[in-house]
């Protein structure tokens, strides 16, 4: 029970992540600029600490993390796990930095989860890989993070100019 539980909670990390942080920036009053409370949650947990956990997949358990999104291990498992980690470190780093600082963070961001989305989509396409991973709930967070993240950064940089 414990175990497929903890298998569960581990498949399904992205969404905790993002629904936690959105729980969070809800329920904290922290922050009176709404959409920079909610900006460095997603930032934090949905990108920062998701990025981390899923570049040590990548690196350390490029079997597994391959078979999740249904491709072939590769050598290039190593270079998207160390992006992957990147981005996160920075991404939690941007917690607590200026709105200029999140506003690089949140680019690379989008910018990387365009391409990823574009590529599981051609996967999708071309190889008819529809694996979980691949072509599912993991592609949309990375299709909402993509349009969320800088939406949240243009009305956080507006609040804090107002």
Do not use: C
Request: hydrophobic fraction near 60%; glycine fraction near 6%.
């Amino acid at each position: 029970m414990i175990a497929a539980t903890l298998e569960f909670v581990l498949r399904n990390l992205p969404a905790f992540m993002f629904v936690l942080a959105l729980a969070i920036a809800t329920f904290t009053r922290s922050e009176p600029n709404v959409p920079l409370r909610y900006l460095n949650w997603l930032l934090l947990l949905s990108v920062g600490f998701v990025g981390i956990w899923a570049g040590i997949f990548h690196i350390f358990f490029p079997t597994v993390a391959s078979a999740q999104i249904g491709w072939a291990p590769s050598p290039f498992e190593t270079e998207i796990g160390i992006a992957d980690a990147a981005s996160g470190v920075v991404a939690v780093v941007a917690f607590w930095r200026s709105l200029a600082f999140k506003a690089a963070s949140v680019l690379y961001t989008a910018l990387f989860n365009f391409g990823v989305a574009a590529g599981h989509v051609y996967q999708a396409v071309t190889a008819h890989n529809f694996s979980p991973d691949n072509f599912g709930l993991l592609l949309l967070l990375t299709v909402v993070q993509m349009v969320l993240l800088p939406v949240l950064l243009i009305r956080a940089q507006r609040a804090h100019s107002a």
